[in-house]
């Protein structure tokens, strides 16, 4: 799962900043904005953003920038909801590769890859449309991370509906990172319109719309439980939208969250009808929380002591170098702690309870009360590790807040300007830091158990062939009896093509050409990848340049070019594979002079020089 969260900047020259840490922050709206201020940002530090061109703490005022197309300023403040954009952008990142956390999505982003990949194979210029996309996408890849594909969201969030798909505001009006792929515009609508994404969306809505309903409780719930800690009710009056995209052709591991001046999106992938609803809280506790504490960034001034003693905390460098920030990140950990699942059972008392009984119930209430109390504080303290130092104070704040009727929108003036700040920095100054951060993990895929073909592709990778062909025949043994329509329990569908694909590798690294061919022309057959149809034809093509067969060789070639995957490994491979035979060192096709006396053998015939069957280790496979 990655957790990622981006602030924008709201100004006019945003574009021009596109390489700067960005760390927005909504004005204090006790201060009074200058009309006749100027964008600018002649300070050192990124200038603080604000909200509704309200002035920040340094005195400088900026123009809020324009919200995203998908927020409806009319609609209601808390929305869940669909987007065809998101779509057409999310499946344009599917047919380009995008393979994230795919075994664990919900089977309507199988759905909608097969349904492109049959348009793709009816049609060479849907092909080609397809192909420049997936150019573009190599060509802007930097990180190698999630932070690739998020900057492709931030921008299908600025985009008219479909078949448009036009930015709804003015390039200097959007995020940065969208900024950096909207080249990609004029090729997406090209593929999109190629392959009918609108026809397959509008075949596909009815599953999103399911989606979102069975997502509608459990946000509900999360939204009412945690106004009701905060003892807050959700404004529908001050014109700030918190809005929950649903899109399940991305992996349900990212919950990538943005926020724009006051509005908070969220997009997430369901998976098994649930999405990572704990982040979604964070977020939202956020939402709920940096006004409150925006409105007092003045007053937070005296607390920048705190700061010298979280140089090394393995924090981001906004947490390090931003008191405001750290101080709402601090307050979300202690609100995210006291109201945290324990684990623990809430003791229950015995229906037929006497009062003699009393106090050994008091007694064995306590005791689980404690248990709990001590997973809380142990969450505080990693918290504290973390380097969020004003957690401790916080939760022992909250604690005093449960009991008191007053909102935390009444309360909050009392936590900032009671704090006794040099009792918290020495606090801070004794906390022993973790030497690695919690994003740094939730940024690395978090390693999962294989099994079926994943754990076979990894057998075969490690150069156990007979486990990977096994694992492979098993997978086809399940395929059979549901083709039968036998019972058979499996936890996964079995996926013929790439099982035969499996078989047909192993059988090349273990010296079985015949076997390897026939099992690469049934994957040919009936893999539902096309990137396993497309290698599978490549391999054909190799084993036949190297049985001295080069038109025959073509034609596979040619194939893999016609149902090509838009990859540039595939595509290469397919074309030099037509440009020049594949050969392996000591291999030749080259008529050889016949020194024996066998009149059978006609002169000047192709004959290997080599063993008539390839040698297997030098066909490539495909990473």
């Known amino acids: 799962m990655m957790l990622l969260r981006t602030k924008l900047r709201p100004t006019a020259l945003a574009a021009a900043f596109a390489l700067m840490a960005l760390t927005p922050i909504l004005p204090a709206q006790d201060d ?4 006749s201020s100027s964008s600018s940002s002649s300070s050192s530090a990124p200038p603080k953003s604000n909200q509704g061109g309200k002035q920040s703490s340094s005195s400088q005022a900026y123009v809020r920038e324009k919200a995203p197309s998908l927020v409806d300023p009319n609609g209601p403040a808390v929305a869940l909801v669909p987007s065809e954009t998101v779509f057409t952008m999310a499946a344009a990142l599917n047919a380009c590769g995008y393979d994230d956390g795919l075994t664990e ?24 449309k397809r192909d420049r996309v997936c150019h573009y996408i190599d060509q802007h890849r930097m990180t190698g991370t999630i ?53 397959i969306w509008a075949t596909t809505r009815r599953s999103y719309d399911e989606d979102v309903s069975h997502l509608h409780d459990a946000l509900t719930q999360m939204i009412l439980s945690t106004n009701f800690y905060l003892k807050m009710p959700a404004s529908t009056y001050d014109g700030r939208r918190f809005l929950v995209v649903v899109e399940p052709q991305l992996s349900p591991r990212l919950v990538n969250a943005r926020i724009y001046g006051s509005d908070y999106v969220v997009i997430v992938s369901p ?4 999405i990572r609803i704990n982040d979604v809280r964070h977020i939202y506790l956020h939402y709920m929380i940096e006004p409150l504490l925006y409105q007092r960034s003045s007053a937070m001034d005296r607390f920048l002591p705190i700061l010298k003693y979280v140089r090394e905390a393995p924090l981001e460098y906004r947490y390090r170098s931003d008191i405001v920030d750290l101080t709402i990140e601090s307050l979300i950990k202690a609100v995210e702690a006291r109201t945290m699942d324990t684990g623990i059972a809430p003791y229950v008392a015995p229906t037929d309870e006497k009062r003699a009984d009393f106090a050994q119930i008091q007694t064995e209430r306590n005791a689980v009360n404690q248990k709990m109390e001590q997973v809380r504080l142990a969450r505080v303290h990693h918290e504290m590790a973390q380097g969020y130092v004003l957690t401790a104070y916080f939760y022992e704040q909250l604690i005093r807040f449960e009991k ?17 700040v040099d009792h918290e920095t020495h606090r801070a100054r004794d906390v022993v830091f973790d030497q690695q951060a919690d994003e740094d993990v939730l940024r690395r895929s978090a390693p999962r158990k294989l099994a079926g073909l994943d754990l076979a592709e990894a057998r075969l990778a490690a150069g156990d062939y007979a486990s990977a062909s096994a694992m492979a025949k098993q997978s086809l043994a399940v395929a059979a009896k549901n083709e039968k329509g036998d019972s058979y329990p499996s936890s996964e569908s079995a996926d013929v093509g790439r099982a035969n694909f499996i078989l047909a590798r192993a059988a090349i690294l273990t010296g079985h050409p015949e076997e390897a061919i026939a099992g690469f022309q049934k994957a040919a057959a009936t893999a539902k990848e096309t990137r396993i149809m497309a290698w599978s034809h490549i391999y054909l093509g190799r084993i036949l340049d190297l049985d001295c067969k080069r038109d025959e060789a073509i034609g596979e070639y ?3 070019l016609a149902v090509r995957d838009g990859q540039q490994d595939t595509r290469l491979a397919a074309e030099r594979g037509v440009k020049a ?10 008529a050889e002079p016949d020194d024996s006396d066998d009149s059978d053998t006609p002169t000047g015939s192709a004959k290997p ?7 297997p280790t030098s066909i490539t496979a495909p990473k």
């Open 32 to 35: 009074k904005p200058d009309s």
């Open 105 to 128: 999505s919900d089977s309507v982003r199988q759905h909608v890859r097969e349904e492109v990949n049959q348009a793709l194979a009816a049609n060479e210029d849907a092909r080609t």
């Open 147 to 199: 932070k690739d594909v998020s900057q492709y969201l931030s921008l299908a969030l600025y985009l008219t509906p479909p078949p448009e798909l036009e930015t709804s505001v003015e390039l200097p009006e959007m995020p940065p990172d969208s900024t950096q792929v909207v080249e990609i515009l004029p090729l997406l609508r090209d593929f999109a319109a190629a392959v009918d994404l609108h026809g």
């Open 271 to 274: 998976a098994n009808g649930k």
């Open 404 to 420: 008191d009727p007053a909102s935390l929108k009444d309360t909050i003036g009392e936590l900032v300007y009671s704090m006794d």
């Open 558 to 560: 040619k194939e893999a």
């Open 581 to 590: 035979a594949y050969a392996v060192k000591g291999h030749t096709c080259e």
């Open 609 to 615: 020089a080599g063993s008539a069957s390839p040698r």
